[in-house]
């Protein structure tokens, strides 16, 4: 069975080449170029995976995000984006994207993330059970319901940092190497993506941060520590 994808774009020349090059490849792709009819769409049509420009017409890209993952909590969401700030990446990730890729790229870097945001879907899905917990301190950690529980508090964790968590949890008080870290959450460890786990680990620690025993610690010129 082919893999859905649901690309929301409106530049013309881009989408074509985009959704000729993905159909071609073997991908199932429903293109639209707004979001002003997506919500009517996904009643009828759930894709494995979406693929959403940031800048669009009818309703920006953060604001398409949120609906997809009210439907689909669990969806994998990729934005197509020029903007490179700090606070364009978090607002990305904290409406619902799972990765992010700064226009211009290359159509074998989208394949490529397509098909690694789909493994890591498909990997939790495996892992699908209530005895699949990490406690830290006074948190617990649930990778597969993307939760750190506190108490009666419950954090929602986004998919990357469900990811860069399980990484650091796995690896407790020892060194995770940075780059290695980097290769195996975004496939290689470009300056952008180097800023984009900056900002994932500083929110982390900002959720760790009711007990002083866990720690995320940085080592220059090495990587992080999970400290608990």
């Not at 949120?66 to 700090?86: R, V």
């Not at 989208?110 to 006074?138: F, H, P």
């Amino acid at each position: 069975m082919k893999t859905r994808v649901l690309y929301i774009e409106d530049e013309e020349f881009l989408g074509k080449i985009v959704r000729d090059t993905l159909e071609n490849e073997g991908y199932n792709v429903y293109w639209l170029k707004d979001g002003g009819s997506m919500m009517q769409l996904l009643k009828e049509y759930t894709p494995d995976i979406c693929i959403v420009d940031i800048m669009l017409p009818s309703a920006d890209g953060y604001t398409i995000a949120s609906h997809i993952k009210g439907l689909h909590p669990e969806m994998p969401i990729i934005f197509l984006t020029a903007k490179s700030e700090t606070r364009d990446v978090l607002k990305g990730f904290n409406s619902g994207g799972t990765d992010y890729i700064k226009k211009p790229f290359s159509l074998e870097e989208l394949i490529a993330r397509i098909e690694n945001q789909l493994q890591i879907v498909n990997g939790k899905k495996d892992k699908k059970t209530d005895s699949l917990k990490i406690n830290l301190g006074i948190y617990t950690f649930y990778p597969w319901k993307y939760e750190l529980h506190s108490g009666p508090r419950k954090i929602k964790l986004s998919n990357r940092d469900t990811e860069i968590l399980s990484i650091l949890a796995a690896n407790k008080n020892s060194v995770v190497d940075r780059k290695e870290m980097l290769m195996t959450v975004w496939g290689d460890d470009s300056f952008f993506n180097s800023r984009n786990l900056d900002v994932y680990v500083r929110k982390l620690r900002k959720y760790l941060s009711e007990d002083r025993s866990v720690e995320i610690k940085t080592l220059k010129g090495k990587g992080y520590m999970l400290m608990c």
